[in-house]
Antibody, heavy 117, light 108 residues
Framework: QVQLQESGPGLVKSSETLSLTCTVSGGSMRSYQWDWIRQPAGKGLEWIGRIHSSGRTNYNPSLKSRVTMSVDTSKRQFSLNLSSVTAADTAVYYC???????????WGQGTLVTVSS | EIVLTQSPGTLSLSPGERATLSCRASQSVSSSYLAWYQQKPGQAPRLLIYGASSRPTGIPDRFSGSGSGTDFTLTISRLEPEDFAVYYCQQYGSSPDSFGQGTKLEIK
């Protein structure tokens, strides 16, 4: 059974960089795509971006200038960096596995990141 | 970007009733790459339907999806108490992926 677990600071200062890591267990990372999705409190879901196990990336244009994703299949991890954060970036951040024909079939439990001034 | 609009915003029904949730896209969704997710408070979303009408293993058959092009529907045939949650549609055929704003299914 594939499991995903987010980790990283729960509090980030405004204008700094938010960094999160997702650790994958119970299955291979190869040939899959790995996504980050966020959800502000009481609001809907926003797709941040995707990284293939090969390292190829695709970011949401609304965040593209501030997002960097990376993958380390040997560690079974992929990561998100979001620079120049503001209060608007406060949200629960989810990592998820994306399967081309299925969408997001496995999700992490989510981690709350608060941006403080 | 494809904008997904879900209706209604809130649906109030009783256990045993039938629920019909709608998702309309601003342009045609490629190859019916349309998914539905269920989210309960404090939990991550759970995939219910993919490819507009297919159920992943383990999803009860009371959940069904239909539609193509720009109009899609999630139907729950007979509501169970555990079905009361928020439901999101998502298109993943055109980048960027996009989600609808959600429909809250509440107990009447």
């Amino acid at each position: 059974q594939v499991q995903l677990q987010e980790s990283g600071p729960g509090l980030v200062k405004s204008s700094e960089t938010l960094s999160l890591t997702c650790t994958v267990s119970g299955g291979s990372m190869r040939s899959y795509q790995w996504d980050w999705i966020r959800q502000p409190a009481g609001k809907g879901l926003e797709w941040i971006g995707r990284i293939h196990s090969s390292g190829r990336t695709n970011y949401n244009p609304s965040l593209k200038s501030r997002v960097t994703m990376s993958v380390d299949t040997s560690k079974r991890q992929f990561s998100l960096n979001l620079s120049s954060v503001t209060a608007a970036d406060t949200a629960v951040y989810y990592c998820a596995r994306h399967v081309t024909l299925m969408g997001h079939d496995h999700w992490g439990q989510g981690t709350l990141v608060t941006v403080s001034s | 970007e494809i904008v997904l609009t879900q209706s209604p915003g809130t649906l109030s029904l009783s256990p045993g009733e039938r629920a019909t949730l709608s998702c309309r896209a601003s342009q045609s969704v490629s190859s019916s790459y349309l998914a539905w997710y269920q989210q309960k408070p404090g939990q991550a979303p759970r995939l219910l339907i993919y490819g507009a009408s297919s159920r992943p293993t383990g999803i009860p058959d009371r959940f069904s999806g239909s539609g193509s092009g720009t109009d899609f529907t999630l139907t729950i045939s007979r509501l169970e108490p555990e079905d009361f949650a928020v439901y999101y549609c998502q298109q993943y055929g055109s980048s960027p992926d996009s989600f609808g704003q959600g429909t809250k299914l509440e107990i009447k």
